[in-house]
């Protein structure tokens, strides 16, 4: 992973370098601020590589960003983005009278080489995420990505969900998502579906939707693993498929759903261990969604190799 501060660098180069060597070398855009306000500039950048794909994520101070044609033309990329505006809502200007209002938490979808100004509404910062899938090779892609404005996605449509916890998934897992390549291809299939761009029916659209859908399975169970009551049943009744739907979304990672809940609800529980030392052994397990004792016992000791108090002596190594 790239990772980069502006805190390494003498205050009076920060809003510079930032301009030149992250903005107009690394993102092709450029990036405009009062001189006023340029001697408190700060800004923390990360990237990864995910597949082919590479996901950037950045905080700094607000400031107005824009992608001219003058910037496509000296650096190109050719890519399908998919972002998130974690923090710091405002205005994107598409061109031809086109202004798009960018929330909080927004996605956005678009082809990296199309113009646009971003205006932020607010002055307290911002946080963003980018995932930049190349089309080179990508034919099924690049025939829908091409030529696709900016647009933020409708916050309430269903591919909109299954995006989002595609997305989340690799902001989380990183390279080490199963399978990273289908990941970054599936998510991009799902962003054509979204905006319109690929046909539903077609078997890279059927393959997207159930990686999405998995996703969102997973992400509905991690929420609920404090119910004693978490089953299939009450998962697929809250994601509104069938309980053989379900079964099917797990099926392909050679783990059952129960068994996912199981190994979730130990992570969990040896994360909340090591984080909270004085808290009771039964807190947490209950807390995990256990509730037998002896079962946590036994399915503790069985994947850790130890018991659960015996984590928190520094003498037992932290086997994961």
Not at 62 to 70: F, L
Not at 223 to 247: Q, T, W, Y
Not at 294 to 308: D, E, K, L, M, S
Request: proline residues 5%; glycine residues 8%; charged residues 20%.
């Amino acid at each position: 992973m790239l990772t980069f501060s502006t805190d390494d660098l003498p205050a009076k180069d920060r809003f510079d370098h930032w301009v030149e060597v992250r903005g107009k070398q690394l993102f092709g855009v450029t990036i405009e601020l009062e001189k006023a306000k340029r001697g408190d500039f700060h800004g923390r950048f990360s990237a990864a590589t995910i597949g082919s794909a590479t996901l950037a994520e950045m905080h700094a101070s607000t400031y107005r960003v824009s992608r001219t044609q003058a910037d496509i033309d000296r650096l190109a990329s050719d890519s399908l983005c998919i972002s998130e505006q974690v923090r710091g809502p405002g205005w994107m200007d598409i061109g031809r009278d086109r202004v798009r209002a960018i929330t909080n938490s927004a996605l956005i979808v678009s082809h990296s080489d199309m113009p646009y100004t971003g205006i932020p509404t607010r002055t307290d910062g911002f946080h963003f995420r980018m995932l930049k899938i190349p089309l080179k090779g990508r034919d099924t892609l690049a025939k829908g990505a091409r030529a696709l404005d900016h647009e933020p996605l409708a916050a309430g449509l269903w591919l909109t969900k299954l995006i989002g916890a595609g997305f989340a998934a690799l902001v989380e897992q990183g390279s080490s998502i199963a399978d990273p390549e289908a990941a970054v291809t599936n998510l991009g299939q799902l962003a054509l579906l979204v905006r319109g761009r690929a046909a539903p029916g077609s078997p890279e659209s059927r393959a997207a939707i159930h990686f999405g859908q998995y996703h969102v399975a997973r992400r509905t169970m991690i929420e609920n693993l404090h119910r004693a009551d978490l089953s299939p049943a009450l998962v697929a009744k809250l994601l509104g498929i069938s309980v053989r739907g379900l079964h099917l979304l797990f099926e392909p990672t050679g783990q059952s759903f129960s068994r996912a809940v199981t190994a979730a609800r130990l992570a969990e529980a040896h994360r909340q261990l090591l984080a909270d030392p004085a808290r009771p052994v039964v807190d947490i397990a209950f807390a995990c969604g256990f509730e037998s004792m002896a079962t946590f016992y036994r399915v503790f000791r069985h994947t850790y190799g130890f018991a659960p108090s015996e984590l928190r002596n520094e003498a037992v190594p932290h086997r994961v």
